[in-house]
């Protein structure tokens, strides 16, 4: 594990689009950090160029104090878990997790250990000799990361490693790599657009947009304070809101007696253990509201909308500025 410095890196396609335009970011040692955003924002391009499968157009890039923007990517000690598992289908497990030793030349006494200690750590090492192509999706991700894990990487990648899994297995999947990360204190960059798992797994998420990293911070930090309307609208719904600012749905209380502003109810949407209510304010914006339980209330009666100030975040941009 190492500790990740980039400074000014920039990439251009055909010499116009600028995928990565000046992007700065420290990654300490043994930090789980998280980029998110749309597509084509950048953040799988400067995966790629920190992996060494990218050149990029300038910028520098430090592993412990050592500059490795020249370095294959062999010689980089950086290891990526990719979308597609990116296994081999005639190879059975244990070789497949071998594959990276064996391209360093160990030995075979340290290339049998190394590779069940990996395995015993995703919990495979039972399937040792079996054939990845009889293994469940989240079985070859699972091998995938044993296999990255195996050559003790300086800087662990993971590329949207989850987003080919059903929804039950991402929800295994996120808890046994951020147990993984943990206890092997591993400093790793996880790429993804799905902000559930960049909020829940990481120590510090970024967000990206149009190639700059718009926002860096815990993810209490960049959910509840977002420095800009882009970061609050691509992490969570944000309410437009009569004073100019917005508020997320979780942070606006309802009460029959007093509240900032009056809202009549339209809808309830309910999901069980929570339940979301559609209000109309008098300027004619819609206000979604989001609460546990779920309390009797009647459509069309006017209720009052209240909430804590110190959670206003900047007011949403409309829908032609986005």
Known sequence: ?????????????????KVLD??????NQGELVFLL?????????????????VAPDSGTISFD????????????????????????????VFENVAFGLRMEKCSRQEIGKKVMEALEQVRMSSFAKGSVTQLSGGQQQRVALARALAVEPALLL????????????????????????????????????D?????????????????KLSQIGTPDEIYNHPSDSFTARFLGDVNRLPCGGGI???????????????????????????????????SGEKVLV??????????????????????LIPAPESDDEK
């Open 195 to 211: 902000r559930r798992e960049a909020l829940s797994m990481a120590d510090r998420a970024g967000v990206m947009h149009k190639g």
């Open 248 to 282: 997320r749905p979780e942070r606006l209380r309802i009460s029959e007696t007093q509240g900032k502003f009056r809202a009549r109810l339209l809808e309830r949407s309910f999901f069980g253990d929570s339940c979301e209510w559609l209000f109309e304010i008098s």
């Open 37 to 53: 955003g749309p597509s084509g924002c950048g953040k799988s391009t400067l995966l790629r160029i920190l992996a060494g499968l």
């Open 290 to 311: 989001r609460e546990l339980g779920a309390p009797e209330r009647s459509a069309g009666k006017e209720y009052f909308l209240d909430y804590d100030e110190a959670f």
């Open 158 to 193: 993971l590329d949207e490693p989850l987003s080919n899994l059903d929804a039950n297995l991402r929800d295994t999947m996120r808890r046994e790599i951020k147990r993984i990360c943990t206890e092997r204190k591993l400093t790793a960059l996880y790429v993804t657009h």
């Open 1 to 17: 594990m190492a500790e990740v410095i980039i400074e000014k890196l920039t990439k251009s396609y055909d010499g116009s689009v």
């Open 22 to 27: 000046g992007v700065d970011l420290r990654i």
């Open 65 to 92: 104090g050592k500059n490795i923007i020249s370095l294959p990517p062999e010689k980089r000690r950086a290891a990526m878990v990719f979308q597609n598992y990116a296994l081999w289908p005639h190879l059975n």
